[in-house]
């Protein structure tokens, strides 16, 4: 049974900074693909962050609209990744989603994350203005 639980949400407020965390079960976790996605409050899911398997060469991947502000981490031997968060928006407003899946993130997979294999139950950030 794969199990990913993410910490870390709250409320700050716009400027601050967050870190979220995963902790990952169930799978051999330096063999896959970590991910991190939001959804805010009616709109849809889009990727944030990816950080491939050691395998893979480990290359990171962010969305425009974090770039910058957003670094995924991973330590394969405690299996957990994490997103650090700066200078935070309103706009990043969300429940974040720590996601797995057996295959590379790259710039051509669906960035509504519709083929990943795992996903958690999500954490909340909410950023005031």
């Known amino acids: 049974q794969v199990e990913l639980v993410e910490s870390g949400g709250g409320l700050v407020q716009a400027g601050d900074s967050l870190r979220l965390s995963c902790a990952a079960s169930?799978?051999?976790?330096?063999?896959?693909?970590m991910a991190w996605f939001r959804q805010a409050p009616g709109k849809e899911r889009e990727f944030v962050a990816a950080k491939n398997w050691a395998g893979a060469g480990g290359s990171t991947y962010y969305a425009d609209s974090v770039k910058g502000r957003f670094a995924i981490s991973r330590d394969d031997a405690k299996n957990t990744v994490s997103l650090q968060m700066n200078s935070l928006k309103p706009e990043d407003t969300a429940v974040y989603f720590c996601?797995?899946?057996?295959?590379?993130?790259?710039?051509?997979?669906?960035?509504?994350?519709?083929?990943?294999?795992?996903w958690g139950k999500g954490t909340l950030v909410t950023v005031s203005s």
């Open positions: 996601v797995a899946d057996r295959n590379p993130w790259h710039s051509g997979r669906n960035p509504r994350g519709t083929d990943m294999d795992y």
């Open positions: 169930g799978l051999t976790f330096s063999r896959y693909n």
